[in-house]
């Protein structure tokens, strides 16, 4: 079947909150909004669910994703030295449904 997409990996706690482990486009798909609609309906589900706060974390070198997730509202909340097998650095992230929205305009 044809595939442009795949999250995988959100799920919830004891607390309202939510991880999200993995929000990938196949390069052929990429530049379309694909990801920015996948992100939209995962923090949907995420506060249909009940969650107040979301996390994730992205390589330090995916410029394009943290472009992403900071339109969502995501803020960066830390960095994981030397987190992947590359050595490149992990960058935190948050969404905190109490202080944030997404950004509409974008």
């Known amino acids: 079947g044809f595939r442009s997409s795949s999250v ?8 309202p909150i939510w991880d999200i482990f993995y929000l990938g486009v196949r390069r052929e798909f990429r530049g379309r909004g694909v990801a920015r609609l996948m992100g939209e309906r995962v923090l949907d589900d995420c506060r ?3 969650g107040t706060l979301v996390f994730l974390e992205v390589r ?9 997730y900071r339109k969502l509202g995501f803020v960066e909340t830390g960095i994981r030295r030397n987190y992947y097998e590359n050595e490149d650095d992990a ?12 950004d509409d305009a974008v």
């Open 91 to 102: 960058i935190l992230m948050e969404h905190d449904f109490k202080n944030n929205e997404v």
């Open 48 to 50: 249909q669910g009940g």
């Open 60 to 68: 330090h070198s995916n410029k394009a994703a943290i472009d992403l």
């Open 8 to 15: 995988t990996g959100v799920q919830k706690g004891a607390l």
